[in-house]
């Protein structure tokens, strides 16, 4: 019988990612996956620690573990991810039922400490960060439409409010060469879409450029990048998330604008829409700032859609504050908004210098604010987009009602329609909209 193992992912996209390269790597050697975390030998647990709700997440599932370990004694249990990388020894010992903990840059060392494990019954930490560690990862799950491509690790931008840098450690960038032979491979078992990763993407490139003396403030090694990848064959859509403001020059606007294959729908995080706020956050930029790479990104391509995210309740945060927030929202008119309230992370400059001081009902309260804005703006938006033509790349059975096909249109909004026999998964087929909810648009084939 061959020993299984389950991964179960929290956090982030890149985490997914990760949680799928370990998967192969596993696979490579020997393990086997199994989709029932009860009979698995193997459990780990690639963890997040963004937000304090997200590590109570994990010590809540890691804890109930426990049980699990008594009636299974040859069960091995590790963390991996952010929260392993900032909390390592500390873990095992508050989790005596943990076998080992894996920090951000011990992917290609987790086989090994499995076998360790199982052999030894030994109890295991391993949160070394460096370039000497870092490697890249390829494996992927073969024949999926769609797939991520980490593209570069590490953030260096240390917003204050933010634990990623403690977690991920300092940016590093993949070659152009490495990021183009994976799409390449993933375009010749099937993918359509890629989408790339990094926490910074727009820096990619960047450190190593300073580094050798050849950075300038028209540099985009981002830009070059989308260059190189456009020509990679069978690969139909590009996206990339997340970018920042402050590495978006006029380079990276005009790459995103022209490049066919480069979805018009950009996730572009504002976090705040006050400049004492950003300041405060460490953002590097202003509120015009921002709105003008919106602005610069609109004259080229009208139609284009914005997305991004935002932080209600940050330290001294007041009620005309967040109201600049609540403006520029309604400016840029987002398609959708991931809105967070502030959760003070131990370690970061925030939590050593500024006082979490808004009231958890006062941040619950600005966060319906902006998620009723939210809502008011995608109905309205969606509704208006009845009568027009989108283009569809199809997905197949749409998880909440089989019986109906869905996609995603070019400008990332789901569209659900009937099954036809002409329609294959990974067409990508245009489609004229003639219902739409807050959740989704409706839409029938377009026959050529
Ligand atoms: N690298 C990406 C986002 C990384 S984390 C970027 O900077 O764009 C995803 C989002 O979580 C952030 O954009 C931010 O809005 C939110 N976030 C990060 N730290 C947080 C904290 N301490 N409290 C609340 N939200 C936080
Ligand atoms: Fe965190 Fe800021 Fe880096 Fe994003 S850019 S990961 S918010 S430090
Ligand atoms: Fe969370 Fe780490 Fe991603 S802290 S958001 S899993 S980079």
Redesign the pocket.
């Known amino acids: 019988m061959p020993i299984t193992f389950h991964i179960k992912t929290y956090g982030?996209q890149m985490n997914e990612r990760d949680s799928e390269a370990l998967a192969c790597l596993l696979e490579m050697h020997g393990y086997q996956e199994c989709a029932e975390e009860a009979e698995s030998d193997i459990l780990i647990f690639n963890t997040c620690s963004?937000?304090d709700q997200a590590e109570r997440k994990v010590v809540g599932k890691v804890g109930l573990m426990k049980k699990l370990k008594r009636v299974k004694p040859d069960l091995v249990i590790g963390v991996i991810g952010c929260m392993a990388q900032r909390m390592g020894e500390q873990l095992l010992e508050e989790l005596p039922h943990l076998d080992f903990v894996a920090g951000t840059d011990q992917l290609q060392n987790i086989p090994a400490m499995v076998d360790k494990c199982l052999k030894e019954h030994s109890r295991q930490c391993a949160i070394e960060m460096g370039p000497g560690v870092f490697r890249e990862l390829d494996g992927h799950r073969p024949g999926r439409l769609i797939s991520e491509i980490s593209v570069m690790r590490g953030?260096d931008?240390f917003?204050t409010?933010?634990?990623?840098p403690y977690c991920r450690g300092r940016e590093k960038s993949r070659s152009i060469q490495a990021i183009v032979d994976e799409a390449k491979m993933l375009a010749d078992t099937g993918t359509k879409e890629i989408l790339l990763l990094g926490?910074?993407i727009t820096a990619y490139g960047v450190s190593e450029a300073r580094a050798q003396g050849i950075y300038t403030p028209e540099f985009s090694a981002f830009a070059d990048l989308l260059e190189a990848l456009q020509e990679v064959d069978g690969i139909e859509r590009i996206r990339f998330t997340?970018?920042?403001v402050r590495f978006m020059n006029d380079r990276f606007v005009e790459a995103v604008a022209t490049l066919p294959k480069v979805c018009k729908s950009f996730h572009i995080?504002v976090?705040s829409g006050s400049d004492r706020i950003l300041k405060l956050m460490h953002r590097n930029y202003t509120a015009a700032e921002y709105l003008d790479r919106i602005a610069a990104i609109r004259a080229r391509v009208p139609q284009a859609t914005f997305s991004t995210?935002?932080?209600v309740g940050f330290c001294s945060e007041t009620q005309e504050e967040f109201e600049m927030t609540h403006q520029i929202m309604r400016e840029v008119g987002y398609d959708m908004a991931?809105i967070?309230?502030?959760?003070?992370?131990e370690g970061?400059q925030?939590s050593k210098t500024l006082l979490d001081d808004i009231p958890e009902e006062v941040k619950h309260e600005r966060n319906q604010i902006l998620l009723q804005e939210l809502n008011d703006y995608v109905k309205a938006a969606n509704a208006k987009a009845v009568g027009s033509t989108v283009q569809v790349m199809v997905e197949g059975p749409s998880a909440r009602n089989p019986r109906r096909w869905s996609g995603r249109s070019d400008l990332n909004k789901m569209v659900l329609f009937e099954p036809a026999e002409e329609l294959h998964v990974g067409d990508i087929r245009d489609f004229t909209i003639t219902r739409a909810t807050e959740n989704a648009l409706y839409g029938t084939l377009d026959n050529l």
């Open positions: 982030c963004v937000r953030c931008q917003c409010y933010c634990i990623v926490q910074n997340s970018p920042h995080p976090q995210d935002i932080i991931y967070f309230r502030y959760s003070q992370r970061t925030a």
